[in-house]
């Protein structure tokens, strides 16, 4: 099975930028997606396929990819965006799911 | 609108076994594959099986395989997960999600969760 690999926890004062990382050997073939979570709330996907934008979402969330490493990035962070966040894909056998570690985002 | 509520979760021994089910609605239900997926407290999110749209195919993560069984019925708009010889670590909340479907490889709508606590 393949892993994806984040940062615990990082920190971003209010209106500035953040950029969240994930790797592993999977994402050069499968794209990333990214997932929001909320304390006791169900994690809701904000970027999918690399870098599309489900419609609600606010265009401060954006999504890239380059080689085995997938970055979420938020743009002018505000106090809503403190979540957890996780990146998932398809494993190296294309029938299997992975998500990363996670990674819980403090805005200052 | 897409509507997933999960039920079933309760305290279980380990050694025991649970059904957990699914209740979906504001989609065409027999049109899209579905997940679940688990949380243990304090923990990430761990994928545990997946149901073609069809039930054709299954496929589920190593750490549950042949203890776990991922079934629907799409004359109910239902999808189930039997839980059989629960261990402390199974211990999470388990969410079931739809499937983007058509060339998309994400989880699009998310239930609320059922809470699965294997203790003795």
């Known amino acids: 099975s393949s892993e994806l690999t984040q940062d615990p926890a990082v920190s971003v004062a209010l209106g500035q930028t953040v950029r969240i990382t994930c790797q592993g050997d999977?994402?050069?073939?499968?794209?990333a997606n990214w997932y929001q979570q909320e304390p006791g709330q169900a994690p809701v996907v904000v970027i999918y396929d690399k870098n599309k934008r489900p419609s609600g979402i606010p265009d401060r969330f954006s999504g890239s990819t380059s080689g085995d490493t997938a970055s979420l990035t938020i743009t002018g962070a505000q106090a809503e965006d403190e979540a957890d966040y996780y990146c998932n894909s398809r494993d190296s056998s294309g029938n299997h799911y992975v998500f990363g570690t996670g990674t819980k985002v403090t805005v200052l | 609108q897409v509507q997933l509520v999960e039920s079933g979760g309760g305290v279980v021994q380990p050694g025991g076994s649970l059904r957990l089910s699914c209740a979906a609605s504001g989609f065409i239900f027999s049109d899209y594959g579905m997940h679940w997926v688990r949380q243990a407290p304090g923990k990430g999110l761990e994928w545990v099986a997946f149901?073609?749209?069809?039930?054709?195919?299954?496929y589920y993560a190593d750490s549950v395989k042949g203890r776990f069984t991922i079934s629907r019925d799409n004359s109910k708009n239902m999808v189930y997960l039997q839980v059989n010889s629960l261990r402390a670590e199974d211990t999470a909340v388990y969410y079931c999600?739809?499937?983007?479907?058509?060339?998309?490889?994400?989880?699009?709508?998310w239930g609320q969760g059922t809470l699965v606590t294997v203790s003795s």
């Open positions: 999600a739809k499937d983007k479907g058509y060339g998309d490889y994400y989880f699009d709508y």
């Open positions: 999977s994402l050069r073939t499968y794209s």
């Open positions: 149901i073609q749209y069809d039930g054709s195919h299954k």
